[in-house]
């Protein structure tokens, strides 16, 4: 039998290197599904998720983790729009996804036909670059082609819209004749480095400095060393993003931590009293938490030249690969013998980290959710790779846990949506089986998401080298983050109706699906909790009972920040004793 359109394109997916599509299946996709009968194996798997939304969220960690193309499939009609939030995050954060939907057949578009969506307009946005349907079978090898290479090459979300005829049609091979098209396979990433002159132009700024503030982001994941060396050289703190995590280990003595309001008391200190700022691989959106506008002279690296001097005017803005960038750089760069700035710094990022101690162990009603961050710290094995969700969970990743060389983390950066956490524990799991994969969830999110792809987990947890993958889940009965906003930013007191979800035994529900349920509920069963999950013969779900009131305060309150905090418990917050009690206890620390 001659191969059809999805014969060929899970063949061609295959010559390009893709090992994993992440989907759920539906009529809609019904010759793509019929064409994995023959087509999976050890050399393409398909993991089958529960919702569409985790599929695109694990095709996004996909690329996070490994640096190569997620790929994400879904039917026609409901199943292209559940993908959205999921390939909005991969979007947000430059990051290569492919997204494969189906389509009603040729002959009824156009017919207001059952699960006909306008799809190539309503993925317009998130896939602008590249977004076409398959109308002929001689289609289908220059779309795939293209949107392989172009999501790579752009760092961004493509799609390919199938009809479900055309899945089922035979392949066929473009004619050689005018108006056809003749793609080829491959990408090769360029060197891109700037010019000498440029070079030149951004050490004088650097070499004049006498106190250098570094800001590194995700860009900068794979210019470890380049990232020290040049912060060594130029007597420089380094501060991180939240997407550059792991971009330099916490334990060296000039990593000043987090940046933003989720950022560390250092991060603020060297930002408000640099003269100099070098902007490494970082969108990082807060201009608030930046040296004033003509405080500090900038340099700023990236590989995309539109996010260039948005964020701070900078004097000199080189557009490259961060790490190819910085060793160009680096022979321009005169040490600096004068330390002052650098001990100043490293003293500050002592007393933090001493604080923080501190902070993580005040007594709470009945957890200290930051307990739960240092201890995991504590007992990172080497090589883990740790996912945060939005919310209160990112707040505490930011600041309560120290990242080694060699370790991996990363939430959703710039979207900031709820729920990506297990899913991409889980694809953390698939894209390297043997290394321990850790997420921290709210429990609004495990409602939302995480429960359902819990299930995931124990549909392939078996298949793993090291079954070790551990879900956190912290479970404090609340919207935490909306309710602190609502309390800082807005000045409303806790709107209980809104706010408060519904309780639920987490262990008890990973017991329930073959998984190990730990369950947390006093300070001291925090550690143990940690070594008993560390030890495990299979996925275990930590459901850890935290205090609801326990604050997550910025680097710097801001008077407008204390005027609306204490407008909210004025109003009569029903938590209002237990926060101000907590908050000076933490401010005390």
Same mark, same amino acid.
């Given at each position: 039998m001659a191969d059809t359109v999805a014969d060929y394109m899970l063949k061609?997916?295959?010559?390009?290197?893709?090992?994993?599509?992440?989907?759920?299946?539906?009529?809609?996709? !019904?010759?793509?599904? &019929?064409?994995?009968?023959?087509?999976? &194996?050890?050399?393409?798997?398909?993991?089958?998720?529960?919702?569409?939304?985790?599929?695109?969220?694990?095709?996004?960690?996909?690329?996070?983790?490994? &640096?190569?193309v997620g790929v994400c499939?879904?039917?026609?009609?409901?199943?292209? @729009?559940?993908?959205?939030?999921?390939?909005?995050?991969?979007?947000?954060?430059?990051?290569? $996804?492919?997204?494969?939907? &189906?389509?009603?057949?040729?002959?009824?578009?156009?017919?207001?036909?059952?699960?006909?969506?306008?799809?190539?307009?309503?993925?317009?946005?998130?896939?602008?670059?590249?977004?076409? #349907?398959?109308? #002929?079978?001689?289609?289908?090898?220059?779309?795939?082609?293209?949107?392989?290479?172009?999501?790579?090459?752009?760092?961004?979300?493509?799609?390919?819209? @199938?009809?479900?005829?055309?899945q089922e049609a035979p392949h066929k091979e473009p004619a050689r004749e005018h108006g056809t098209v003749h793609s080829g396979m491959g990408y090769a990433q360029p060197r891109i480095v700037p010019g000498e002159d440029k070079l030149r132009e951004a050490a004088e700024v650097l070499n004049s400095g006498s106190k250098v503030a570094m800001l590194v982001g995700a860009g900068a994941l794979n210019a470890t060393d380049e990232v020290i060396e040049t912060a060594e050289t130029l007597g420089a703190g380094v501060a991180k993003a939240l997407l550059g995590r792991a971009a330099v280990p916490d334990d060296l003595p000039f990593v000043t931590g987090?940046?933003?309001?989720? +950022?560390?008391?250092?991060?603020?200190?060297?930002?408000?009293?640099?003269?100099?700022?070098?902007?490494?691989?970082?969108?990082?959106?807060?201009?608030?938490?930046?040296?004033?506008?003509?405080?500090?002279?900038? $340099?700023?690296?990236?590989?995309?030249?539109?996010?260039?001097?948005?964020?701070?005017?900078?004097?000199?803005?080189?557009?490259?690969?961060?790490?190819?960038?910085?060793?160009?750089?680096?022979?321009?760069?005169?040490?600096?013998?004068?330390?002052?700035?650098?001990?100043?710094?490293?003293?500050? @990022?002592?007393?933090?980290?001493?604080?923080?101690?501190?902070?993580?162990?005040?007594?709470?009603?009945?957890? !200290?959710?930051?307990?739960?961050?240092?201890?995991?710290?504590?007992?990172?094995?080497?090589?883990?790779?740790?996912?945060?969700?939005? +919310?209160?969970s990112a707040n505490w990743f930011a600041r309560g846990m120290k990242f080694r060389r060699g370790h991996m983390a990363s939430l959703s950066g710039t979207l900031a949506t709820m729920c990506p956490g297990v899913p991409y524990t889980t694809a953390a799991k698939f894209c390297h089986p043997a290394r321990v994969a850790i997420g921290f969830v709210g429990d609004g999110a495990m409602q939302m998401l995480g429960m359902s792809s819990l299930i995931t987990v124990a549909k392939y947890w078996k298949d793993w080298t090291d079954p070790r993958m551990i879900i956190c889940v912290l479970n404090n009965g609340d919207l935490n983050q909306v309710t602190w906003e609502l309390r800082a930013m807005g000045g409303f007191p806790k709107v209980e109706q809104t706010q408060n979800i519904p309780q639920l035994d987490y262990a008890a529900y990973a017991e329930l699906l073959g998984l190990k349920g730990i369950r947390v509920e006093r300070p001291e069963q925090v550690g143990p909790a940690w070594d008993a999950a560390l030890q495990a013969d299979?996925?275990?779900?930590?459901?850890? @009972?935290?205090?609801? !009131?326990?604050?997550?305060?910025?680097?710097?309150? #801001?008077?407008?920040?204390a005027k609306s905090f204490a407008r909210s418990v004025l109003k009569g917050d029903p938590d209002g004793y237990e926060i101000v009690k907590q908050s000076i206890k933490r401010s005390w620390a």
């Open positions: 061609r997916l295959k010559e390009w290197g893709v090992r994993r599509i992440y989907g759920y299946p539906g009529d809609g996709i !019904n010759g793509i599904v &019929g064409a994995m009968n023959t087509a999976l &194996g050890d050399d393409l798997e398909f993991i089958q998720v529960r919702h569409e939304e985790e599929a695109a969220f694990m095709a996004c960690a996909h690329a996070k983790w490994t &640096g190569e499939l879904a039917t026609s009609g409901p199943g292209a @729009i559940h993908l959205l939030n999921g390939l909005y995050d991969a979007k947000l954060d430059h990051q290569p $996804v492919v997204a494969i939907v &189906g389509q009603q057949a040729r002959a009824a578009l156009g017919g207001h036909y059952q699960q006909e969506i306008d799809i190539a307009s309503l993925f317009k946005d998130v896939a602008g670059d590249y977004v076409h #349907t398959c109308m #002929t079978p001689e289609q289908m090898r220059h779309l795939l082609d293209r949107a392989l290479r172009i999501a790579k090459a752009e760092r961004t979300v493509t799609c390919i819209i @199938i009809p479900n005829d055309v987090q940046i933003g309001l989720l +950022g560390t008391r250092p991060s603020w200190d060297m930002m408000m009293g640099c003269d100099t700022l070098l902007m490494v691989g970082s969108s990082f959106p807060y201009s608030e938490f930046l040296p004033k506008e003509g405080q500090a002279r900038g $340099v700023q690296i990236d590989i995309d030249p539109k996010m260039l001097s948005i964020r701070y005017p900078m004097e000199v803005n080189l557009v490259g690969d961060t790490a190819l960038t910085l060793r160009a750089l680096l022979p321009h760069l005169k040490q600096k013998t004068d330390r002052s700035w650098r001990e100043s710094l490293e003293s500050k @990022i002592t007393n933090w980290w001493e604080g923080e101690h501190a902070r993580a162990h005040l007594s709470a009603d009945p957890v !200290n959710p930051e307990l739960l961050f240092w201890s995991c710290s504590e007992r990172l094995p080497d090589n883990a790779i740790v996912s945060a969700d939005s +919310g209160s299979r996925p275990v779900v930590i459901d850890a @009972i935290v205090d609801p !009131n326990v604050a997550s305060l910025p680097p710097h309150v #801001t008077y407008s920040q």
